[in-house]
């Protein structure tokens, strides 16, 4: 019996040696199989940048800048990015602004790093608008660029309007602080909204912090826009949506009783949806809604949302 046991066990580590052995030897095929790609990417590239393709320069740059196909070399990405950027090439201008702002390759100048970035920025790139709107907001590492609000939110905005939810969310907190713009909490929450739709964390954050603190017209805006966006699920959703409706939040009461009606709201329950129908009062179209579900209730039902309604208002 332990002879056969011994045998089992021996069996088990050898195959499970065998695939790591065979795992180790995937993996080498695909990393030479890799090599191989981005040496012949990089030969490529080296052959068309120097025919003064600055797609192919922009590219060769960052074969040296990743170490694809050649030896890492940040001087020689520099220049290949300078090459490609003084002809017009975005995305190189953004890439050399960067490595003027690190000293990567080229010796650390932020009057230089902005000079490449306004030059893409002004194209409209949004990469380096959110890099000018960095560099303003902040202090200049080197001294050379005096910290300026105004010019801060001016490529935030530039790059919001483009709908990126990083720069979103920015502007947001500039309009927060009243930082280059006059301040605004309306503002910001907007702005803090259209970033947390595109799952930006931070403005996700802020907002959960607001209405967590009984923001009523927060906690049914970031309801609502869970609803919309599908990016939690209808718990977290709800959760906000019922919070607001119990302080007499009348938009989040409408909602709210949609929510029942349509069975999204823990289950579908006209008494409730007709119940919160009621104190949401005049509000938008909330009588439409209240005669269109009386219509399908039965008399006691419409007597029990009226019960429920009065018990409502008696606790408030």
């Not at 020689?76 to 490595?99: C, D, N, P, Y």
């Not at 709800?238 to 302080?247: F, S, T």
């Not at 949806?273 to 938008?284: E, F, H, Q």
Request: proline residues 2%.
């Amino acid at each position: 019996m332990r002879t056969v046991i011994f045998t089992i066990v021996m069996l088990f580590l050898s195959c499970a040696g065998c695939t790591d052995s065979v795992n180790g030897d995937l993996e080498a095929t695909e990393k030479s199989s890799k090599d191989k790609e981005d040496k012949i990417a990089f030969e490529r590239n080296k052959k068309e940048a120097d025919t003064g393709l600055a797609s192919a320069q922009y590219m060769l740059g960052n074969n040296y800048l990743f170490g694809k196909g050649v030896p890492q070399d940040d001087k020689e990405a520099s220049k290949w990015f300078r090459t490609a950027a003084q002809q017009g090439h975005i995305k190189a201008q953004t890439s050399l602004g960067v490595m003027y702002a690190g000293g990567h390759g080229v010796p650390q100048d932020d009057k230089e790093a902005m000079k490449w970035y306004r030059t893409a920025a002004e194209q409209g790139d949004v990469e380096s608008q959110i890099f000018l709107g960095d560099m303003y907001s902040s202090d200049s590492s080197d001294g050379k660029v005096p910290k300026d609000y105004t010019q801060a939110s001016k490529w935030y905005r530039a790059a919001a309007e483009q709908g990126d939810a990083n720069a979103q969310y920015l502007l947001g907190v500039m309009y927060a602080k009243g930082h280059g713009v006059l301040k605004n909490n309306a503002e910001a929450l907007q702005w803090f909204y259209q970033a947390a739709a595109q799952d930006n964390f931070d403005a996700q954050f802020y907002l959960d912090k607001q209405a967590e603190q009984g923001d009523a017209s927060v906690q049914f805006n970031l309801g609502v826009m869970y609803i919309k966006t599908g990016g939690h699920n209808d718990t977290v959703a709800i959760k906000w949506i019922r919070k607001a409706a119990e302080q007499g939040y009348a938009p989040a009461q409408l909602e709210l009783g949609s929510l029942y009606e349509i069975g999204r709201a823990d289950s579908q329950n006209d008494v409730l949806a007709l119940m919160w129908y009621k104190l949401s009062a005049d509000y938008k179209d909330a009588e439409s809604h209240r005669e269109a579900i009386r219509n399908r209730m039965t008399p006691a039902q419409r007597d029990e949302a009226e019960r429920l309604a009065r018990e409502w208002k008696l606790k408030k």
